[in-house]
């Protein structure tokens, strides 16, 4: 791979102009990178994507790009404090079934808070109670499944989690609904922290699907890095396939990045918006061969900025990973940050 280096004041104006100026699918050029010459290669992969209910881009790009999907899943859906199934997902019924994509709704804890999420699991009533209402949703709407996403568990919830998503299988598989899961990324069987409450042997003998959400490894909260570096992906997939069938596993990839600045909390920054700060600020962007990430830094209002991003070239470079391992089961969080050029290496098999 080759990345030439653009430079001068009057040629960074000329850049500026015409990207902010061309069609959303056209190319585009950054500073210091050319993302136009960057050499891609396509991968047959079954796809995942994540439309987002609150972003008019991701439901536009999903519409544009849907022949390259093999699932979708919208989100908006979540189970509040009172545990109903409240909010509604991202419109996508429609394209989907005009390409042959299934569709499987995101629910989530409402804002990922613990509470709802082990009263959901220990409460019996309550456990009950949400499995009916997801029934009813999923069969009511003509779904194909579901997805669960269930965030910050209590590592005491482990073998609770395990039985609802038993259940939940028990009640909508016979139906021929697809029971999925979202899972944080780990390298071993550890049963602390953040990934600990999820079995990943127990979920891959239940589950339809068990994607991993192989990314946040440098999250908003913590220092400035590579959002999914390439040594720890693989790490997490050479753990991951030995304990969960390749049918059933699914890798999820980052399409967004993170602006920090010097001791706060990061932004999420989409591939556009990340060439629009380096383009306004005057910063060369770079890539890290070793992360398989883009990168820049620069100065704001007295507060230094590290930015790291995704380009279609991160997603090449992930995939290689994955076809290494025999896999060809990809998501990515999520759709409508991605470089646009990311079409040209992700397609349908």
């Not at 949400?130 to 965030?151: A, C, S």
Request: aromatic residues 12%; glycine residues 10%.
């Amino acid at each position: 791979m080759t990345l030439a280096l653009v430079g001068g004041l009057s040629l960074i104006v000329i850049v500026v102009t015409l990207y902010l100026s061309m069609p959303r699918e056209e190319p585009v050029t950054g500073i210091g990178v050319n993302f136009t010459e960057v050499q891609l290669s396509e991968f047959r992969v079954k796809f995942l994507g994540w439309v987002v209910d609150y972003d008019p881009f991701s439901v536009n790009d999903f519409s544009s790009h849907a022949d390259a999907f093999t699932w979708v899943s919208p989100t908006g859906l979540y189970i509040d404090e009172e545990y109903k199934l409240g909010g509604s997902p991202a419109e996508v019924q429609l394209r989907a079934r005009n390409e042959s994509v299934m569709v499987l709704p995101l629910v989530a804890n409402k804002d990922f808070n613990r509470a709802v999420v082990h009263r959901v699991l220990s409460d019996t009533q309550v456990r009950d109670s949400v499995i009916d209402q997801i029934d009813r949703f999923v069969g009511g709407g003509g779904y194909d499944g579901i997805n669960i996403d269930f965030e910050d568990v209590s590592e005491g919830d482990r073998d609770l989690l395990t039985q609802f998503m038993q259940l939940l299988a028990d009640r909508l598989e016979p139906k021929g609904k697809l029971v999925t899961i979202d899972v944080p990324a780990k390298t071993s069987d550890t049963t602390i922290g953040w990934a600990g409450p999820f079995d990943y042997r127990a979920l891959g003998r239940i589950c339809d699907l068990v994607i991993l959400m192989v990314y946040d490894y440098h999250w908003s909260g913590g220092t400035p890095g590579a959002i999914s570096p390439l040594d720890w992906f693989e790490d997490v997939i050479r753990y991951s396939s030995l304990v969960i069938p390749a049918s059933k596993l699914v890798i999820g990839i980052p399409f967004y990045g993170y602006d920090w600045p010097s001791g706060g909390t990061a932004s999420g920054v989409s591939f556009r918006q990340a060439l629009d700060i380096a383009a306004q600020v005057k910063r060369p962007v770079r890539f890290s061969n070793g992360s398989g990430e883009y990168t820049f830094t620069y100065s704001k209002d007295g507060v230094n900025h590290e930015v790291w991003f995704q380009g279609a070239k991160s997603t090449e470079l992930r995939l290689q990973v994955m076809q290494r391992y025999g896999l060809d089961q990809v998501a990515a969080w999520c759709i409508g940050q991605e470089d646009p050029r990311t079409w040209e290496v992700v397609a349908r098999t």
